[in-house]
Nanobody, 125 residues
């Protein structure tokens, strides 16, 4: 599976931004999809995940209620809708694909199999 993230940019505090991740490969619908971010000097941080059929989603406390993950298996796409953005949301955002089940695994970057190249999100105060 190859992943291509897009949609990043420079926004102001309180704005919204929509990130997309396009996947290649016929097996996209079998993978759990997730989003991570990494700020300079920081470890990669788990944000959210959606299971293969879209029926189960899981969010970190830092984004719960502000970010929404969704997927479109017909178009091999996963979307991260980000609302009420804050300066501390500034980071490079990555999409990932994996086959583990459960939040214990989803929170751990090494448990994910494939990664997109990242897209920069900058939130100005």
């Amino acid at each position: 599976v190859q992943l291509q993230a897009s949609g990043g940019g420079l926004v102001q505090t309180g704005d919204s931004l929509r990130l997309s991740c396009a996947a290649s490969g016929r097996t996209f619908s079998t993978y759990t999809m997730g989003w991570f971010r990494q700020a300079p000097g920081m470890e990669r941080e788990f944000l959210c995940a959606v299971r293969w059929n879209g029926g189960v989603t899981y969010y970190s406390d830092s984004v719960k209620g502000r970010f929404t993950i969704s997927r479109d298996n017909a178009n091999n796409t996963v979307v991260l809708q980000m609302n009420s953005l804050k300066p501390e949301d500034t980071a490079v955002y990555y999409c990932a694909a994996g086959q583990r089940s459960g939040s214990t695994y989803w929170r751990t970057p090494k448990e994910w199999l494939y990664w997109g190249q990242g897209t920069q999100v900058t939130v100005s105060s």
